[in-house]
Nanobody, 115 residues
Framework: VQLVESGGGLVQPGGSLRLSCAAS????????MSWYRQAAGKERELVAL????????NYADSVKGRFTISRDNAKNTVYLQMNSLKPEDTAVYYC?????????WGQGTQVTVSS
């Protein structure tokens, strides 16, 4: 099983980034997918979740209206479009796949929002 995140980097406040997470080694379309983040010195928190078929999404209050989660089951990939980025969005962003007792994590990608 592999989850490989990409798309992180340094961006100025107000800017945008699109994260991608490419999955392999499991039946992607059967899993709910999520993005989490962990800032330095803080606990990991859920940012956004999308159901296995993509019909349902959920967001942390802090990112509602700015971030959009989506998935392409044909490409085994989940995305996180991040707009209007703020310095407090700075964190390592992790991709997660979950189904029943199965729980897989990527290695994370750093997002830094700074002028």
């Amino acid at each position: 099983v592999q989850l490989v995140e990409s798309g992180g980097g340094l961006v100025q406040p107000g800017g945008s980034l699109r994260l991608s997470c490419a999955a392999s080694g499991f039946t992607f379309s059967r899993y709910d997918m999520s993005w989490y983040r962990q800032a330095a010195g803080k606990e990991r928190e859920l940012v956004a979740l999308i159901s296995n078929a993509g019909r349902s999404t959920n967001y942390a209050d802090s990112v509602k209206g700015r971030f959009t989660i989506s998935r392409d089951n044909a490409k085994n990939t989940v995305y996180l479009q991040m707009n209007s980025l703020k310095p407090e969005d700075t964190a390592v962003y992790y991709c997660n796949a979950a189904r029943w007792t199965y729980d897989y994590w990527g290695q994370g990608t750093q997002v830094t929002v700074s002028s």
